[in-house]
């Protein structure tokens, strides 16, 4: 079977880190998908991350949509994702020609559904009856469990370890090696800073951060 390619929307960081993750599935034998390179539009065509190309700028996604491509979107911001959730939607990008790429050595409950253009790395755990939306990046050794309802454009960092029976919304940001109860409310575009223990719902655009985590302030509201 030949791979599909697929192309990554940004650069260095969640970009160049997914890449290297489906090099790795296919050394494992996982070859479904094929990194081509990246669109940016802070760097040159031709321009090298990590040994694949930059092969053009965001405006370029219809020609490659033309060409067959597959797109992942890692274009994320932990301080309000308004404007970057209205830049990518922009685009259009159909969700068939979005790649929902899980590494092999992640585990995802066979009764949860992911949304296309998800992500999940390496050792992160889903249990049963979670449903995540389109476009989130679940990175390395999170724990999400049970029977959470988790929005589109999320972006859950390493380690976090996410309760049961949650409704996060739309762009939420859960921080590095933080903790969320069960039962609880995440509004939209709210985040939780990193190593924070959250034991109360969010509401939207709202940051916590602590132990246990607090109202810091809120996120910036670009639209």
Request: with cysteine.
């Amino acid at each position: 079977m030949t791979a599909k390619k697929i192309i990554l929307l940004g650069g260095l960081g969640n970009a160049t880190v997914i890449a290297a993750d489906v090099k790795d599935a296919r050394r494992r034998g996982f070859d479904e998908w094929d990194v081509a390179g990246y669109l940016n539009d802070r760097m040159q065509v031709g321009e090298d991350l990590e040994g694949l190309p930059v092969l053009g700028a965001l405006k370029d996604v219809p020609r490659f949509l033309d060409q067959g491509f597959y797109f992942i979107n890692t274009i994320y911001r932990i301080d309000g994702q308004d404007l970057r959730i209205a830049l990518f939607e922009k685009l259009g990008i159909p969700d068939e020609r979005l790649a929902t790429f899980v590494h092999p050595l992640a585990y995802v409950a066979g009764n949860s559904v992911l949304g296309p253009g998800t992500v999940v790395m390496p050792h992160a755990s889903i249990a049963s009856g979670t449903r995540i939306g389109r476009c989130c990046l679940i990175a390395y050794n999170v724990l999400i469990g049970h029977n959470d309802v988790i929005g589109d454009y999320c972006d859950v960092a390493s380690q976090a370890c996410v309760g049961s029976y949650l409704k996060i919304g739309r762009g939420v940001h859960i921080g590095l090696n933080s903790t969320i109860r069960e039962n609880l409310t995440l509004g939209d575009c709210c985040a939780l800073g990193m190593g924070a223990a959250l034991l109360n719902d969010m509401k939207d655009y709202e940051i916590w951060a602590g132990v246990p985590a607090k109202f810091l302030r809120m996120a910036r509201r670009e639209l």
